[in-house]
Structures are given as structure tokens and as C-alpha cells.
């Protein structure tokens, strides 16, 4: 994913997949498609939280901070 949007969500009583679901519907009413990846700080993950919502994949990355969501549209790299 080389483009993306970043979110801010720092609310303690919603749960991280609800605001990916969150962020993800901004996303796709913002530039007229779905996400279909998320990175997130690798200190926001629950033990046993989902890896995929809503059909995005979540990812960790040490370079987005915490309460933040980096979300885009990662590219195949299959040929095609």
C-alpha cells in the first residue's frame, strides 16, 4: 500500500474492530472504495483479536502510533 488515510480513534469504550468498521465506512464513503487493509501499533492489539474485519486485513507496524488506523487498498501482487 504506497496511498492511505489515517484515523484517529482514541475512545476506551469502543473496541478496536468497531472502529476499523468505523473508519473503514469513512474510507469508502470518502473515495468510493473499500479498504481492504489496516496497519495499527502493535501495543493495540487484544490477545485475541480478529485479523481480518469486514473483510480488511489487519496488520501491525511499529511506525503508526497508537490509537491511530492507516487503512488502503493493498495491491495484488500477483500478475495478472
Not at 5 to 21: A, E, G, H
Not at 31 to 45: A, E, H, R, T, V
Request: proline fraction near 5%.
Amino acid at each position: 500500500m504506497n496511498i492511505g488515510m489515517l484515523w484517529f480513534d482514541d475512545n476506551p469504550t469502543v473496541t478496536i474492530t468497531d472502529k476499523v468498521s468505523r473508519a473503514a465506512n469513512y474510507y469508502t464513503s470518502k473515495y468510493g472504495c473499500k479498504p481492504n487493509i489496516c496497519f495499527i501499533n502493535p501495543g493495540m492489539l487484544a490477545g485475541e483479536m480478529k485479523k481480518v474485519v469486514d473483510g480488511i486485513e489487519i496488520k501491525t507496524s511499529r511506525t503508526v502510533l497508537r490509537h491511530h488506523f492507516w487503512l488502503g487498498v493493498q495491491q495484488s501482487t500477483t500478475p495478472a
